[in-house]
Structure formats: structure tokens, C-alpha cells
């Protein structure tokens, strides 16, 4: 193996720093409590190697990613001398679509990346894919996941000399792979990979590889496709099938997986594990017509809904979901029960993450800005409510009491997942525990809070009978399922050396 040649320096023609900062007045409000109560993952990646149109189908590969992140977007391309780089903040249809910006990355290779922000602020440095020039050559690198020692790796680096340019957990690999004395760059790589800890699926770009990576426990997805022959790595097959590419198999746990122009290498620099997959992937983040482990994520969320409506069934008229990611399981729960399914909740596909709200008596409509009641479909009618998850409930009681003021005689809410109990580490932007609903109330508490008739969730056994398997056993469970049990599968590093939060950590990184 080669390394790369040291000659190839940066391009980067992000956006001017004056469209990146624009001020509103005081009286015009940014507000996110639209999506306040869901859970959001940080991010997607997208690799391609060998292609001619190597950018663009990166940019539609992101596109088809869009779900896993909505803050911001960035690719990096390599043609045979230079990188170059595009990053933005926004969604990839804003920028990548255009044919000026596509021209300004040429190359047949390219890694790209959509992200939220759960370590590090959303700012054009945080963008990714993050590059640098190593003492070996370029190197860029995209990471979807969360280090739960990032924090502890970062302040080492910095006490030995090292200069941060952002504040998210993915520039300390750089660092790493830049620190390393091996001689190959794979060695260093797989170097930097042994000291961190938490959950990654990396891709990542030299002058000579593409390079991809999943953590020891598979807990982030990344799966391998081909295109006219050429090897793709992405989060989700359903990058796959946008640029009409080949599935070939997922990453495997623990595996770094490199391609070159001699070909394919695999590596498995950890000791074997059994795979623990994030079970949120299935229940929320992947898009339901990807497959995930050999299991599709659309069969997966009806056979969950058909588990609760096997665990909590009530008598009613009609089931209705929460849109989008709450019709699945409403399907299968109907299909179980019996009950017909029916749009009762129409959602305005037009307001974006943040809708800017100039007055409080606006304001104070909330989430009718997304969702709005089908009163013909529940007027006089019990229904069944069925959502994904349950995090601090205040969406969830805009929407019983929306649906009250429609005409439903009887509201009983459902939640397609166990109740969530333990703060997440692993790239979920999730609340710390104190300001999680099921961590810190009973079930009829919250009933009384959300304003529903019955309030019932998914069972952990439920869960993963939906999944395919028998239940869960507490000595070897198969998945990553911790922010239902508090059973986390790596180490918290971070965490354990101080008492700070989640979000506290993420403002200590940034002063760091």
C-alpha cells in the first residue's frame, strides 16, 4: 500500500462568512418547539470511489439521507491532484443541486455528509466532511455517532499542542490519525480508531482510498453498494436505491474497510464481538424503505405496531398515527386489531425545522403549524393515537388536545417503543435524564399530563419480539437499547469523569 502524496492542498469554496450570520430582529422568534419533543440523529455519510460523476451522486446520495440530518450538508472531492471542498448550512437541495456547485468538485472519488449538531454548534466549521492536510497527504473524514471519550481525547490533544478548528468530537480522529508514527496510512488510521471509544461509521477520503469504518458493536449503521462498478459506502441502502446502485452487504462491526486501485481490503482490528445495533434506527432514524441488518425497517415498525396492539389493545373506532414516522406502526396495529387505520392527523409538509413566528398569539399555535386534525376522520370517534416515542410529552399533548377539540370522543395514545428512561451518548440528541417524561413520572402521570384517556407503551420484550427475537436476555442482549434499560455498551468516559450533561459536555468541548 501507498500513502498518500503530500502535495495536494484544500480548496474550500464554502459560502461567504457575511451569508452565514444573518440577524433577526428582536420581535421575530426563531422557534424549534415544532420539533421540540422528537429525537433527532446527528448524522448521514455517503462515499463513492472511482466514478467520473463521483460529486453528484454523492449529492443525490445526501439527498436521500436528508432524514439523518437537516443542519447542514458538505462534500469533499478528490481528482487526481487537488481536494475540493463544498460545505453548507441548510438542506442539500438548497445547494448541491446546482450544476455550478457540482462543477466546482470535480474528481471520481468523494465522501460527503448531513449532519444536526449533537456535540459542537451548527457553524460553517463544524460542517463536514472535515478535512486536513496530514504530513502523508490530504485526508478528509464524515462521522455519524458520538464519542463518549471525545471530550476526554480532545483536552489531551490540546494540553499536547494541538490547535481544534471546531468544536465537534469528529476532528479529534483527525488529530489522531495526524499524531500516529505508523508508516501506512491504514495503520494509522486503524490507530486512531483503538483509542476512541462510542459509536462511528466513518467514511473518509485520501488522495489514493476510500476508506469506511464501524464501530466494535455495529451500533450506527453503513452499508456497501456498487454503481456501474464502482464501490459506495452509505448509512442507509436507501442512498442505494436513489442512484439506482447495487446493495452488497453491510459493514460489519468492528470492520475498516478500504478501496484502492488494486482493489478491496478488509480489516478487523478488534476482537470479535457480537453486534449490538441501535434499535432507534429501526423504531424512528432509518427511512422506512431502507434495510437495516437484513431486516427491512418498514416490516420491522408494523410488526412493532402489531406487538402493541397485542400488549394494550383498547376498544375503539379508528387508529390514527402520528405523522410520518408513527403510520407503520399504526398499519400494523391495525392490521392486528382489526380497527381501521385512517388519516386522522394531516402533516404540512411546508414548515420547516424552525418557523419563524412574529407573535406569541402565532406562536402559541405550535404544533398546528405541522400537523392539523382530518376532522372528518375522528368527529365523534375513539381512537387510538399512535407515535413513535415519547420524550418530554409536549408535543404529544398539542396533539390530544387537537384532537379533542375535533370532535374525538375518546383519545388512548400508544407509543411504539418502550418508555425512555436513560440519556443516549451515542450521537442521539436526546434530553439528560431530568427532562425525560418516563424518567421522571409514572404512567399515569403522564396520562394526566398529555390529557389522553390511557396511555400505554411497547414493552422492551415487545420490542424485541418485533425485531424477530424471543425477548430480551438481560446477560447478551442484541441490541443497543440502553435508553430503555440503562444498559450502555460501551464505556462513558466523559460522562463518568464529571457530573456534567450531555449538552454541558458539548459547551465544554466548544471552550476547550
Known amino acids: 500500500m501507498q500513502d498518500p502524496s503530500g502535495d495536494t492542498p484544500a480548496r474550500d469554496l ?73 460545505r453548507r448550512l441548510g438542506l442539500v437541495g438548497d445547494t448541491f443541486s446546482r450544476r455550478e456547485v457540482i462543477e466546482r468538485l470535480p474528481g471520481s472519488a468523494a465522501v460527503g455528509h448531513v449532519r444536526y449538531s449533537t456535540t459542537g454548534e451548527t457553524i460553517l466549521r463544524n460542517v463536514q ?84 469504518a464501524r464501530d466494535p458493536l455495529g451500533i450506527r449503521p453503513l452499508v456497501l453498494g456498487e454503481l456501474d462498478g464502482c464501490p459506495i459506502l452509505a448509512s442507509e441502502t436507501c442512498a442505494l436505491d436513489i442512484i439506482g446502485a447495487k446493495y452488497i452487504r453491510d459493514i460489519e462491526n468492528g470492520e475498516v474497510i478500504v478501496f484502492d486501485e488494486s482493489g478491496v481490503q478488509s480489516h478487523k482490528p478488534f476482537p470479535p464481538q457480537d453486534p449490538r445495533p441501535c434499535l432507534f434506527e429501526y423504531i424512528y432514524f432509518a427511512r422506512p424503505d431502507s434495510v437495516l441488518g437484513g431486516r427491512p425497517v418498514y416490516d420491522v415498525r408494523k410488526a412493532i405496531g402489531a406487538e402493541l396492539a397485542r400488549e394494550s389493545h383498547v376498544e375503539s373506532d379508528v387508529i390514527v398515527p402520528v405523522p410520518d414516522s408513527g403510520v407503520p406502526a399504526a398499519i400494523g396495529y391495525s392490521q392486528h386489531s382489526g380497527v381501521p387505520f385512517e388519516l386522522g392527523i394531516i402533516r404540512n409538509h411546508y414548515v420547516g425545522r424552525t418557523f419563524i413566528q412574529p407573535t406569541q398569539s402565532i406562536r402559541e399555535l405550535g404544533v398546528r403549524m405541522k400537523h392539523s386534525a382530518n376532522r372528518a376522520a375522528i368527529e365523534g370517534k375513539r381512537i387510538v393515537l399512535i407515535d413513535d416515542s415519547l420524550v418530554r410529552g409536549t408535543t404529544s399533548k398539542k396533539i390530544v388536545k387537537m384532537m379533542r377539540e375535533a370532535g374525538a370522543r375518546e383519545v388512548h395514545f400508544r407509543i411504539a417503543s418502550p418508555p425512555i428512561t436513560h440519556p443516549d451518548f451515542y450521537g442521539i440528541d436526546m434530553p439528560d435524564r431530568a427532562h425525560l417524561l418516563a424518567a421522571t413520572r409514572t404512567i399515569e402521570e403522564m396520562r394526566d399530563l398529555i390529557g389522553c384517556d390511557s396511555l400505554a407503551f411497547l414493552t422492551v420484550d415487545g420490542l424485541y419480539r418485533a425485531m424477530g427475537e424471543p425477548g430480551r436476555d438481560p446477560a447478551h442482549p442484541k441490541f443497543t437499547d440502553h435508553y430503555f434499560t440503562g444498559d450502555y455498551p460501551t464505556p462513558l468516559t466523559d460522562q463518568n469523569h464529571t457530573e456534567t450533561t450531555p449538552r454541558q459536555l458539548s459547551l465544554l468541548a466548544e471552550a476547550s
Do not use: W
Open 14 to 86: 464554502g459560502p461567504r462568512p457575511d451569508s452565514l450570520n444573518r440577524s433577526f430582529p428582536e420581535s421575530i422568534m426563531i422557534d424549534k418547539d415544532l420539533d421540540g419533543d422528537t429525537l433527532r440523529e446527528e448524522c448521514g455519510v455517503f462515499g463513492i470511489f472511482g466514478h467520473p460523476e463521483a460529486a453528484a451522486i454523492t449529492a443525490l446520495g445526501l439527498h436521500a439521507l436528508q432524514h439523518r440530518g437537516q443542519e447542514a450538508a458538505g462534500i469533499v472531492s478528490f481528482d487526481g491532484g487537488r481536494f475540493h471542498s463544498e
Open 129 to 212: 466532511p472535515l478535512f486536513a492536510e496530514l504530513n502523508a497527504g490530504g485526508f478528509a473524514v464524515g462521522h455519524n455517532g458520538n464519542l463518549t471519550n471525545g471530550l476526554t481525547l480532545r483536552r489531551e490533544l490540546v494540553r499536547g499542542g494541538a490547535m481544534m478548528q471546531s468544536t465537534t468530537d469528529t476532528e479529534v480522529i483527525l488529530h489522531l490519525v495526524a499524531q500516529s508514527k505508523r508508516n501506512h496510512f491504514i495503520d494509522r488510521f486503524i490507530e486512531a480508531l483503538r483509542a476512541i471509544e462510542g459509536a462511528y461509521s466513518l467514511v473518509a477520503l485520501t488522495n489514493k482510498k476510500l476508506v469506511g
